[in-house]
Structure formats: C-alpha cells, structure tokens
C-alpha cells in the first residue's frame, strides 16, 4: 500500500492499477489470502505484513469455504504456521495490566506491560476496575434470525452505563460490545429510553477489532441448560473481546455455561478469582461517603441510588446556610442548580422586619406580607406591604348614583365614575316605535341621532295595494312594491304584473276581443 517514494494509503482493491515496489498490509490476519496475492505485482519487491493472527480471522460469504476449504486462514496466519521468521511486539500499551492477565498467558505466552499502564486511574463509582458479573439468567433466540440475545445483560448493561455517566464520564469514554447482533439490537432499544447515553457507543466485537476506549462493557449473551456457547468457543473472538479496555472493563455472563464449553473460559474464570474479580454481585463505592458500598445484580438494584451516589442524605451546607436534603448525588456538587425548599430567612423588609414567606430558593421579590393600611377613600384593608398606598387599588363594592341617568349603581371603589359605563338597558322608543337595544347611554347620543334601528321593518312596501311588507331594515327607506300579482286591465283581461303598476296607464297584449 505504500510505494518507495511513500505516496499515499490504499485499499487492497485499488493497488492494481498502481506499479509499487513494496506494498505494506495492515490487519493482514483478518485479509483473504487471494486479496493479498492479488496484489502483489510484477514490480512488487518488498511485502510488510502487519497483524495479530491470535485475533479475528478472514470472514468469508459463503461458510462451507472457510471450513471446507480454509479460506478463513490467511496468509499471515499460515506463514507463521509454516515457521517463517517474523518479528512480535512484546509490549502492549492499551490496557492496565489486570485486564491484560486474562489474555497472558491464556491466548499470549508473553505480553509484557509498559510502565505507562501501571498507574491508570481507577474507575469512579466501583470497588473494580475488572470484574465478571456472572449469573444463570437465560438467553432467548431472536424471531426471524439465528441471533441470540439476552434481555437480563441488556438491561444491567444499560443501567449500568447510565450509573457510569453519573460519575461523570463522557459517553466518547464508554463503549458497549456485545459478541451477537441481536443482543446489539435489543440494547440500542433499551438506550433509546434513556436519552443520556445518546452519545455512547454499542456495537458487537467483530466490528470493533483495532479500537479502543477507556471503559468496556461486554455482554456475552449465552445462557442454557445445554451449556451450548456457539463461537464464544473461539480464541480468537476471545481474545479481541478481552482486549479493547484501557482503564475499566466489566463483563456480564453466564461463567458456568463458558466454562464448560471452552478451556479458554475456565483459564479465564481462575485468572479472574485470583484477583476477586468475579461474583454474582458488582459492589459500587459512593465517591462521596467513600465507606459506603451498594450491590447490584440487575438493572432494579441501580434504583437504589438513583442520583450516582448511595442511599444516604448529601447534607452539604449550601450558600443559603441550610443542608441539601436530596439523596446522595454525583452531579452538581457545587448545588449551583439545586433549589432549596426550605423556609426562606431573609429578611425584605427593612422598615417592618418581615421575613421572606417563600422557599428558600426562590427570588425573595417585594415584601407580600399584608399588613392594615389607610387608603385616601377610607377603607381600611390588609394591603402587601410593598404596595405604596398611592397606588392601591381600593376594591370594595360600594352604590352610587350616576349624574347622567339618574340610575343607582355598585362599582369598585376604585373605579373613576366618569369611567363608568351605566349597565341598565336604554328605556327610550325610538320614532319607529321600537325600543333602544343599547345601554343607557345619556352621554353619548341620547336623542338617537345618530342610530339605526336594525329590527324589520313593519311598514307594507310603497304604492303596495296587497298589503305586502317590507323586507328591509328598520332603518332603510323601503322601496316600490314589486311583488308579481294579477291584475283585471279596463279591457277585461287579467294580466301578471308588478303589485305596484297602475293598470290604468298601462297596455294589454292579448288579442283584442272586438
């Protein structure tokens, strides 16, 4: 992939058309032998390959040819099979060295720690910084596929993550692997409900391979009576799974199922009890009350402590001088979004010495302590405090008569009686003979002038001689009657005409009778 000159990275799939004269192949232990010999060139002299064949194997389409046929042994793989020289790093940098003992010697004869991974820091909120969470709850099969998955893993795992991102870990600094897709599945549904593991990664090992973070939770998923682990069994899978943690890494399974169905387990499981680094109980440790200590075995157990610390009272003393009383909390130490609701004991008003009446955490505001005041219109009330007595409004209900009207009214006190709209209805008959639909209104034409009777009309239609009546408003001028009637014309004929039409004036066109 790099040419003398080192001009560039490229896949496999693109060196074809280029004439390097060496070619160096990343991850050559997960590569098809055809994609590596396929691209060797004429002009190819020198081939550097670079991989780990203790790790995952080149993944075929079609099983019968990786098993049948080998095709899941790369090149890299057999030549060092075959006894070709090659060269192996002794010195691993990634993880704290108890992590890095479940692999050496169980799958690496040797693997020599470098000094930078003694002194990594210890995980927050656990009494581990390793342990296997074992248990017996079952697996089920995922509907339509040949996946597994475990819904007792799924749910830990996710509360789990939950109570980590309350130590205050970023969700870039956890990942969450799992060795079967459907498992995946079922835990990116559990993380849909809790929207602060939004940032946080879930994946299966295969897809992992090369990467790395701080903390690793891993689900292994198998769980029967059969003892059946599927390619659990496989020291390669094995070996990627174990080695992706740098600080922290937490496992949950089924240990008695893996034991039996695979050597590497029940090496594994020794390494682990050496260090009392396996149970049925994972012991988290408040970062608060450091000597406080809680066990969990499900995702139930995590309700305990729901704020990341443990079930004791936080009892700091806040800038208000009271002690918060919520349970145990990680976030917000310095309570600067904790709102106390306790008695508030400013004092705000000077003048009278009245303490605040409102939760300690709330804005004191004016003084709303009422208190007897004597308003200018002689109604002695219980008025807040702060209120200037200038500017109360007085609010009780007294009757007075309105010059205007003459009518006996109730109003608020504090309302201005030039303001104030007479609410009896208008008494007047208008010319027409209807009454005034308005409200008294003696200052705002009281003759009605100015105003329009909207009832119908009661009068008959001009120049009617059938007494039809007018359709129109009160208040509009009706117009000629123009009702369709017979009428008997002087020549003795009847004709159809306008109510209004004088036949008299007017000519008849039947057929003369003379």
Sequence with gaps: ?????????????????????????????????????????????HVILIGDHEQLRPSTSVYKLAKHYNMDISLFERMLKNGMNCYKLGVQHRMRPEIASLIVPTIYKELENHESVLNRPDIKGVSHNLFFLTHTNPEDEVPDSASRRNRHEAQFLIAFCCYLKLQGYKGSEITILTTYAGQMNAMLSEKR?????????????????????????LSLVRSNKLGNIGFLSTKN??????????????????????????????????????????????????QVHQNQLTR??????????????????????????????????LLDREHKNYFCTKPCERQICLLDG?????????????????????????????????????????????????????????????????????????????????QCTLKCHKLNDPD??????????????????????????????????????????PCGHINQVLCKTDVKNEKCNKPCKK
């Design 193 to 217: 409900k809790n929207p602060i593991l939004s940032d946080v990664r879930i994946t299966v090992v295969d897809k992992y391979q090369g990467e790395e973070n701080h903390i690793i939770l």
């Design 237 to 286: 899978r094995v070996c990627v799974a174990l080695s992706r943690a740098r600080d922290g890494f937490f496992i949950i399974g089924n240990m008695s199922n893996l034991e039996e169905g695979s050597s590497v387990w029940h090496d594994i499981k020794s390494q682990l009890e050496k260090g009392n680094h396996i149970g049925p109980d994972l012991t988290l440790r408040c």
């Design 354 to 434: 009245h303490s605040c009446p409102k939760r300690c955490g709330a804005e004191c505001g004016i003084c709303i302590i009422k208190v007897k005041k004597d308003p200018p219109c002689g109604h002695s009330d219980f008025i807040p405090c702060a209120v200037d007595i200038a500017d109360y409004k007085c609010e009780v209900i007294i009757e007075t008569t309105l010059e205007a009207c003459g009518h006996n009214i109730k109003k608020l006190c504090y309302v201005d009686i030039k303001d104030f709209n007479c609410p009896y209805d208008c008494e007047d008959r208008l010319p027409c003979g209807h």
């Design 1 to 45: 992939m790099i040419s003398n000159r080192i001009e560039s990275n490229y896949t496999l799939n693109g060196v074809f058309s280029y004439n390097f004269f060496s070619v160096i192949v990343e991850e050559a232990a997960e590569v098809l032998e055809a994609h590596i010999v396929t691209s060797l060139t004429k002009d190819c002299e």
């Design 296 to 329: 969990v075995r499900n995702a139930e157990d995590f309700s305990k402590i729901p704020n990341g610390g443990c079930h004791l009272i936080c009892d700091e003393i806040l800038e208000c001088g009271h002690q918060c009383d919520k349970q145990c909390h």
């Design 448 to 489: 009605h002038l100015t105003y329009n009777c909207l009832k119908d009309c009661t009068n008959l239609n001009l120049n009617c001689t059938e007494n039809h009546q007018c359709t129109k408003r009160c208040y509009e001028d009706c117009g000629e009657c123009i009702v369709q009637v017979k009428k008997e014309f």
